[in-house]
Structure formats: C-alpha cells, structure tokens
C-alpha cells in the first residue's frame, strides 16, 4: 500500500504508519456527527453573574494571578486572504465599463466594494496606501476620481504594494490613533499588559504563525515592543510557534485512494486549528488566555474587555482551589461519607459534571476512583455572547458513543441537522463561542496535564478542496476549542457581546466598534 518513497515521506513528516492508516479509515467511514442532547442555557450549563459577583472574582484574579505563571494564546498563522475575498472578485471582473460602473454603484451593502470605497480614509492603512501609492506616481483621490479602482485595489493586495492579501491578519493595520495606527498583534500586546501579568510581573503572549510570516512578525516586533513596554511600564515575553508538521493529514481523491502531486508525492495538507491543541500543550504557563488574532477593540473600548478576562480568570482560580483541595483528599483516601457526598455535590452545581445512572451503586472505592478521574482534568473557561446571528460554535450538553453527557462547543458542521430532533436542538442555542477562554493546565500537584490525553478524536470532519484543478478530500482534526478539548471540564459563563467583535471581512473595520 506504501511505497518505500511514502514511508520516508511519513517518517521526515514525523507520522508514524499507523496514524496515516487511521486517517485513510476516516475518510472511508466519516466522521460521526454530534450527538446533541440539549442546548446550554442560562442555569443549564451557562452561568450569568450579578454585579457583585464580577467584582468578586475580579478580586479573586487580582490577587491571586500574581501566584500563576500567566500567558496569553493567540492563534494566528492564517493568511488574510480571505479578508479581502469581495476585493479580489471585483477586481477580476471590473474593466470600467458603464455596465461595470453601475454595478458598482448599485450594490452599497456593507460588504460592498463601493462601501470600501467611498469610506477607503476611515481605513488604519489609508496612509500607507496612499504613501506606496505615491511612490509609483499614482494619486488615491485621482484614482478615485478617474474610477481606477483596480490600481486602489492591487496596491492594496499586491506585494508591489502594501502586500497585505498575502499577510497574516495580525500584520495588518486594525485601529486609528490620534498620532499613529496599531496592527492586530499591537492591540494584542496592548491587551496582554492589563491581564497576562503573572507571579514575574512580565506580560507573556504566544502567536502561532506560519512559516513565511515569521520574518515579518520578528521584524515587526522589533520595531513595536520597546514602544509598548515604555507606554505601558511593563516588560513582554513574546514567543511564537509554528503548526507542526507531524499533525498533517494526507489528502485523497474522490476514491478515497492517496492524492498526489505530478512528481507523485503523497499531498498533506495542514489540520486545521485543532493541531494547534500539540502547541498549547508544549507550553510553560498554568493560566492561559485564548484568543482569535482578530479580536481585538480600540482602547476605547478595551475595559469591558479586560474586566471579564479578569472575571473568567478569577473564576478560573477559585473553581481550581476548590477542585484541587477535594483531590488531594481523594487521592489521601481518607475520606468520609459526607465528604464525598460534598464533592459529588460540588462536581454536579460548580463543575457541571454529570454522573452515570450505576454511579450510586459502586462501591466506596469505585466512587472516589471515579470523582478523582472526573476532577483530575484540565479546566476552561469559555465566554458565551447571546446568539445574534454571529457564525460560530455553539454551547450544547452532548452525549458520546460511551453514555457520557457532558458541556462541549459545537460547530454547525459537526451535527445532522437533516434529524429534525437534533436540528430543534441545535435552534434552541441562545449563545454562540466567541473564542473566549481562559485556561487551567496544571493538576493538583502543579504538573502540565498532557493536553493530548483528553482530545476526542472522533470529533474531525472531511470537506472537499481543489488542487491543479483537481477535488480532493481533506482531513481536519477535531478544532481546537471542540474536539481537541473534549475531555477538559467546560465551564460556559455570558459574557458582553460588546468583548466580540471580529474582523472577518475587511469592511469590517469600518464598524463603529473598529473606528
């Protein structure tokens, strides 16, 4: 089945033959699809918290972060492409004629070229565009005027340009300031200084990149850190890691037999950001941060922000304390009656941990085996905005192919939603994942859990891609905040829906929330 050339490819990749197997499985039999039970919803597997509670647990960080090794985890090794997708079909049809002109015109949708045009000075790159322009002798407002919108455009994209189709999301010009303009990654360190200081005072953040912007992102820190570190009195720990390639997956045809390139090497695609779960685990840090690149709020609007990172986080500490006590007295086996009765008790209200139907009929010592198992796992987290139409995963209690119900995040894609049972379920959802977590990866005894002990590996999906003009099938792992945290204790908390505001599509950056 392989040849002596595919073994050494596996082999250079860091895949072992059995694992390439087990994909080849996969794409055969598919992926099962989520079993929903019900939705989370207030009092039902989503916290809300009063005003005297948030003060609370913003108390309970404050205090207590200064013991933790703190760190902040932001993926964001995708390119922007995608960002500019509207930009790029225009550009490819546009010719200027009249019948283009009303097109372009007719459709002011926020989405629209005509809306990126027209407010092209709101822009935080508009300087800058303007500036390369210059330099090859184009004027913007000429460009404009003269309905050259594909010179606007291709100094925009193009690395003749400002080259940011081909940058990463963090290297682009987010937010305008009085003096100057900040990329993602400055509003991201900006952030950490208000939240990720830990017992060293020292603010660390970790970006996961990909291999041809790490130049630009060193270059970039360089120049950026020693102003932030002075405006903000703080010192930054800034380090960075790639998706490993040990956790690609190889590609197939419709066939399901191996894809492969014209020198008939074996195609392997990236997993997707469930890989990254191999880089959250190689990290030092017992409280951890997470997330998305572009996240991210002008200061103006950074308070609410910081305030409920500091809520989760405190929450985070006082849920530890108390789950780390019970195991220490679990694993002392000196325990009572009421003791365990008190755990169960805490495990069912704080921890949202369901207990089987035979639980109650195991012995003493099968009882406490149990509690320690379900309470010896890493803990997060997760912020939820009430459902406004955003795309993302949902809150759902779920039930695996063992019985077990637990809290998990589910994508659209991961459910049947042709079962008119599951698809009721899935439409009762009142909350969606903004990709808010806060971390604890560190058991009892203060050792790093082995992250990948606690992925479900069932919980992957196969989409359909093109390469040389051919479909292809493509693996990607379970996602980092779905699958590749499915064993965790999940813990969903409401927080504002004013902490989520994306940049998805470059317009998106003329939002009120962004200007």
Not at 341 to 364: G, R, V, W
Not at 414 to 420: F, G, H
Not at 472 to 485: H, I, R, S, V
């Amino acid at each position: 089945m392989f040849s002596k050339n595919d073994i050494e490819e596996f082999q250079l990749k860091g895949i072992d033959v059995a694992t390439i197997e087990l994909q080849l499985e996969n794409f055969k039999n598919g992926f099962p699809y989520i079993n929903l039970t019900k939705p989370a919803i207030y009092n039902d597997g989503i916290c809300f918290f009063e005003n005297d509670e948030i003060e609370q647990y913003v108390n309970i960080f404050e205090t207590e972060i200064q013991h933790h090794a703190v760190l902040k985890f932001v993926p964001a090794s995708g390119a922007a492409s995608r960002m500019f997708q509207t930009l790029y079909a225009f550009r490819d049809k546009f010719k200027g004629s009249e019948k283009d002109v009303i097109a372009f015109e007719n459709d002011k949708s926020f989405n629209s070229v005509y809306k990126f045009i027209t407010q092209i000075r709101k822009f935080a790159f508009y300087e800058d565009l303007k500036e390369v322009m210059l330099a090859h002798k184009l004027n913007i407002d000429e460009c404009i005027q003269k309905r050259d919108y594909f010179s606007i455009i291709s100094y925009l994209l193009d690395d003749t340009g400002l080259g940011y189709g081909n940058l990463p999301k963090g290297l682009l010009k987010f937010h305008n300031y009085a003096e100057y303009s900040r990329t993602a990654i400055e509003e991201h360190l900006v952030e950490a200084a208000h939240y990720a200081l830990g017992n060293d005072t020292i603010a660390s953040i970790h970006f996961t990149l990909s291999p041809e912007h790490i130049d630009k992102f060193n270059t970039h820190i360089g120049l950026v850190k020693p102003h932030y570190e002075e405006k903000l009195n703080v010192k930054f720990n800034i380090s960075y890691s790639i998706q490993k390639p040990s956790t690609d997956t190889v590609a197939v045809d419709m066939s399901n037999n191996f894809f492969r390139d014209s020198n008939g090497k074996i195609v392997f695609r990236p997993a997707g950001h469930g890989a990254l779960i191999e880089n959250l685990n190689d990290l030092q840090g017992d409280i951890i941060f997470i997330k998305n690149i572009d996240n991210i709020v002008p200061d103006k609007l950074k308070e609410k922000t910081h305030l409920f990172k500091k809520v989760i986080g405190g929450f985070l500490i006082s849920l530890q304390q108390r789950t780390f006590k019970y195991l220490n007295l679990l694993k002392s086996k000196q325990i009572d009656v009421k003791k365990i009765d008190e755990i169960i008790d805490f495990a069912t209200k704080h921890l949202l941990i369901y207990f089987p139907d035979d639980f109650n009929s195991m012995s003493e010592k099968e009882r406490i085996n149990y509690l320690f198992q379900k309470l010896n796992r890493p803990i997060r987290i997760c912020g939820m905005v009430k459902n406004e139409g955003e795309p993302g995963g949902g809150p759902f209690w779920t039930k695996n192919a063992k019985g077990e119900i637990s809290l998990q995040i589910v994508e659209s894609s991961q459910i049947n939603i042709n079962n008119t049972a599951q698809n009721h379920i899935f439409r009762g959802a009142t909350h969606f994942n903004p990709v808010d977590l806060v971390c604890g990866v560190k058991d009892f005894e203060g050792i790093c859990f082995d992250l990948k002990q606690f992925v479900d590996p069932t919980t992957g999906f196969i989409s359909t891609k093109s390469k040389d003009g051919k479909n292809l099938k493509a693996q990607e792992l379970p996602g980092l905040w779905n699958g590749a945290m499915a064993d965790w204790i999940s813990i969903f908390v409401e927080v504002p829906i004013i902490t989520f505001n994306p940049v998805k599509t470059i317009n998106d950056l003329l939002r009120i929330e962004h200007q």
